[in-house]
């Protein structure tokens, strides 16, 4: 398994927080970064997510010239938000410019206020999200793309590549969220799965399972398990069943990582955030506590190990 750091790109007091929080996740041997996307901070959005909110993009493209070997991206891109043309290219020159270290993490979002201020449906913000996405991966991997949707209409645009390999066609798709359709998502366009807010029990007895059967259904490999999980280290076992994975005692987290890496996880991300608590996402020094204990205690980032 690799292991990622979820970087606060809100509610800080400068932006060099921001490339310092980065580098010192790379010195500490994490395999990846990722920040959270929000554009219209309305009340709802602010209540979890205050200002200042640097955007997805601009940050990465700015931690892309502040790292080396950190892969970076998104946990999760609400992707009706912004036109898929942009989206595509936005993704591709930061792909290039990093040297080939984007994570494109994506989600539908769900903030009723956002959408309306964005003037996005938001009960097409599913439908939205598919064809935007074939979309993206058509002017990832054509030279010129023509496409005529429900909500895009697109004649002989130039497509607009990111880094390719043999083994790396596009960069990595995950796709967010714990739901049915999110899962159909992640089968149908080949892309990671990146749920979270999950118990152990229903990861393992609900979400998995699930997976595995729609693909099955739809003939396709099961995607990837890329959670992202709270991390929440106490000094105390917390009570089940209805304990979070990444919460309770130190034991507890080791043996949740245990159970990913015998779920299949590829990727796991850590997040120190405890949504709307202000103090958690300003305690830089208990979180990277929490993370330094994990990488010298229970997981060793560089050989891909638990202890």
């Not at 554009?39 to 200002?51: D, F, H, K, N, Q």
């Not at 539908?108 to 959408?115: I, K």
């Not at 118990?199 to 396709?220: I, N």
Request: hydrophobic fraction near 45%.
């Amino acid at each position: 398994m690799r292991f990622g750091v979820n970087i606060l790109n809100f509610a800080i007091e400068r932006p060099e927080q921001l490339a310092s929080r980065a580098r010192i996740a790379e010195s500490l041997g994490f395999h990846f970064a990722l920040v959270s996307d929000h554009i219209a901070l309305t009340p709802g959005v602010r209540s979890r997510y205050p200002e200042p909110f640097y955007d997805c993009f601009a940050t990465l493209a700015w931690l892309a010239g502040q790292t080396t070997t950190l892969e970076l991206g998104t946990t999760v891109v609400v992707l009706p938000y912004r036109h898929p043309v942009q989206v595509a290219r936005l993704v591709a020159n930061i792909d290039q410019i990093s040297g080939g270290r984007f994570i494109f993490g994506v989600g539908v979002g769900g903030n009723a206020d956002e959408f309306a201020v964005l003037g996005v449906p938001l009960n097409r913000r599913g439908a939205i999200t598919n064809e935007y996405l074939e979309i993206i991966h058509a002017l990832w991997t054509e030279d010129e793309v023509t496409y005529h949707g429900h909500f895009v209409q697109l004649d002989s645009v130039s497509g607009t590549r990111p880094v390719v390999t043999a083994d790396r066609p596009h960069p990595p798709v995950w796709v967010g969220g714990r739901s049915a359709a999110a899962m159909r998502r992640a089968v149908r366009f080949d892309a990671a799965w990146h749920p979270n807010g999950m118990t152990p029990a229903w990861l393992s007895d609900v979400g998995m399972p699930r997976l595995r059967e729609l693909a099955s259904e739809g003939e396709r490999p099961t995607p990837a398990l890329c959670p992202r999980i709270k991390l929440d280290l106490r000094d105390e076992p917390v009570g089940e069943p209805d304990r979070l994975i990444g919460v309770g005692s130190l034991a507890q987290i080791l043996e949740d990582l245990v159970l990913l890496a015998e779920l299949g996880a590829r990727d796991v991300l850590f997040d120190w955030y405890r949504a709307g608590d202000m103090e958690s996402a300003r305690d830089d020094d208990h979180a990277w506590h929490m993370l330094s204990t994990l990488a010298d205690g229970v997981i060793d980032l560089r050989g891909e190990r638990l202890r």
